[in-house]
């Protein structure tokens, strides 16, 4: 069973559409991220959730728009898609409490958005 | 702020050799350091990290870091290459005494080890 799962793998679609990538986490964290990963691969933190609630809020476009209707999801809607949103977009998980020791992020395997 | 820098946008070795990737970091205070690392068309993977104790960190596959803080480094190192090593690795950081617990990560290094 896939521990994070982002779907679609793929999207293809036209400047000034709107379009959404959701995520998914069967591990029982209570933390989610998204991260944005150019084509230079850099990546970069968006958005965190804990437990629903929004606690990293990076400078993000407001057309990007985060929505976590429970602890095991963390989608991420898109608005007026420009072609500078080109790029890789993945979630992330981990668990809040659980000490640094034992701190990791399971990374979904990424959904590659293109804008035309 | 936080930063992570790997100098090194690529890295190739022969296949048994040593090798190394390079990270330094800037972080108020005592860091959390981490390496993950990124197979074609995946997610990143946990690797191995520093948080505290002994400088030198083993972790996945044969990998091992090693905590430098006078250098602020964290090269990520294994006495001998594989193939399947091949890779993007990521050098990762953040500092414990904040809320935040999303990571800082650097641009990132391929590695290239030729048979």
């Known amino acids: 069973d896939t521990a994070v799962s982002q779907t679609p793998k793929y999207l293809v679609t036209q400047m000034g559409n709107d379009k959404s990538i959701k995520c998914e986490q069967n591990l029982g964290h209570d933390t989610m991220y998204w991260y944005k990963q150019d084509s230079k691969k850099f990546l970069k933190i968006m958005f965190s959730y804990n437990n629903k609630e929004l606690i990293i809020n990076e400078t993000v476009p407001n057309r990007f728009s985060p929505k976590s209707p429970d602890k095991a999801h963390l989608n991420l809607h898109i608005n007026s898609l420009e072609l500078g949103d080109s790029a890789v977009y993945f979630c992330a998980s981990s668990r809040a409490n659980q000490g640094p020791t034992n701190e990791k992020l399971f990374f979904g395997s990424g959904t590659q958005l293109s804008v035309l | 702020a936080q930063s992570v820098a790997q100098p090194e946008d690529q890295v190739n070795v022969a296949e048994g050799n040593p090798l190394t990737v390079k990270c330094t970091y800037s972080?108020?205070?005592?860091?959390?350091l981490f390496w993950y690392v990124q197979y074609p068309n995946r997610g990143l993977q946990f690797l191995l990290k520093y948080i505290t104790g002994d400088n030198l960190v083993k972790g996945s596959y044969g990998f091992e870091a090693e905590f430098n803080k006078s250098q602020t480094s964290f090269h990520l190192k294994k006495p001998s290459a594989l193939v399947s090593d091949s890779a993007l690795y990521f050098c990762a950081v953040r500092a414990p005494d904040t809320g935040r617990r999303a990571l800082t990560f650097g641009s990132g290094t391929r590695l290239q080890v030729q048979p």
């Open positions: 972080v108020s205070g005592n860091p959390y």
